[in-house]
């Protein structure tokens, strides 16, 4: 979770492993974080990497009555004109017309907007297509359900989901603080010990990282969870 200065507040963690008697799936586990999420807050919004781009994420978050800005893969389709299109193709079309800053890797970078409205395979609910261009190679491609009404929106829209560069911030200290990545065991269990150290009130889905910024700053807990 990110306060409302913008620091990484863990909410949520869980060492796992495909060996655990009874293991479902990485989604099990995700959708865990979700539900804590939505259990502490009631309403927030959920942004979340191209990792994320697959459509039992989004019907979830439908589910739980939640928002969400998440980047898509160059391979979704999505129903614009009651047609199936490329996202890509979508992208190619449009030219950012809506100028704006946004924070980026550790640097202010100038990006122009574009927004269209489409529909998305999961549920067919209508969403918006938010392309950002200036920024990186390929124009980004972010998913939201959020309403779109005017310049500004499209502004937050961008601008929050940049905002998931301080949880990445956060895993790279993390990492370097521990040396995760220096663990060396052959049998999960031997790993629990460590995490327990560590990984007490950690963030949501270490592997592939999510941002959960609240829209209600009075629902923060005094203590974390």
């Not at 999505?78 to 100028?99: D, F, I, Q, S």
């Not at 269209?116 to 390929?138: E, N, P």
Request: net charge positive; with cysteine; charged share 25%.
């Amino acid at each position: 979770m990110l306060t409302r200065s913008n620091h990484p507040v863990s909410i949520f963690s869980r060492i796992h492993s495909s060996s655990e008697k009874d293991y479902k799936s990485v989604n099990t586990i995700t959708f865990q974080a979700m539900q804590q999420g939505t259990a502490l807050f009631g309403k927030a919004t959920f942004v979340m990497n191209r990792g994320y781009d697959n459509n039992k994420m989004f019907l979830k978050l439908d589910k739980l009555g939640q928002d969400y800005m998440i980047r898509l893969k160059a391979n979704r389709k999505l129903l614009y004109h009651n047609k199936w299109t490329m996202a890509e193709e979508l992208r190619n079309r449009r030219k950012g017309k809506v100028k704006t800053n946004v924070f980026y890797k550790g640097k202010d970078h100038k990006a122009y907007l574009s927004h269209v409205k489409v529909q998305i395979t999961a549920s067919r609910k209508d969403i918006y297509l938010v392309l950002v261009y200036g920024i990186t190679g390929h124009p980004m491609m972010l998913a939201t359900n959020k309403g779109i009404k005017s310049k500004e929106d499209v502004i937050q829209v961008a601008r929050t989901y940049f905002s998931r560069w301080k949880t990445e911030e956060y895993f790279r200290c993390k990492k370097q603080m521990f040396q995760f990545e220096n663990f060396r065991v052959r049998k999960f269990l031997l790993l629990l010990p460590a995490g327990k150290r560590y990984l007490c009130h950690t963030v949501v889905c270490e592997r592939r990282h999510q941002a959960l910024v609240q829209d209600k700053a009075s629902c923060i807990p005094s203590t974390p969870p």
